[in-house]
Nanobody, 126 residues
Framework: QVQLVESGGGLVQAGDSLRLSCVAS????????MGWFRQAPGKEREFVAT????????YYADSVKGRFTISRDNAKTMLYLQLSSLKPEDTAVYYC???????????????????WGQGTQVTVSS
């Protein structure tokens, strides 16, 4: 089992950058594929980005491709999401998640993940 805690959210202006962090407990972090999702008020939780166990493979939602970057540091059991060129529509609670099985099409769905953090709020003003 792994416990996840996100941090780094806040209130920023459109065009600004922000880096989200997610610290994982346990010594098996490198055995999990990891992902970031977000949920805006009144909307379903949606996929943002995912990264393989080694960090060598990443996938992004079209809405964030070229603006967001997912990365991980297995030695520090940390997951990151660099957010750039932020837009008001990026406003949401951002969640990190861990997947025991990674590499199938389910990595872009909430059902593909086994553990979730509590989320961190990102608010982008226009």
């Amino acid at each position: 089992q792994v416990q996840l805690v996100e941090s780094g959210g806040g209130l920023v202006q459109a065009g600004d950058s922000l880096r989200l962090s997610c610290v994982a407990s346990g010594r098996t972090f490198s055995s999990y594929g990891m992902g970031w999702f977000r949920q805006a008020p009144g909307k379903e939780r949606e996929f943002v980005a995912t990264i393989s166990r080694s960090g060598g493979t990443t996938y992004y939602a079209d809405s964030v491709k070229g603006r967001f970057t997912i990365s991980r540091d297995n030695a520090k059991t940390m997951l990151y999401l660099q957010l750039s060129s932020l837009k008001p529509e990026d406003t949401a609670v951002y969640y990190c998640a861990a997947a025991r099985r990674w590499g199938t099409k389910e990595v872009v769905t909430t059902g593909g993940y086994d553990y979730w953090g509590q989320g961190t709020q990102v608010t982008v003003s226009s």
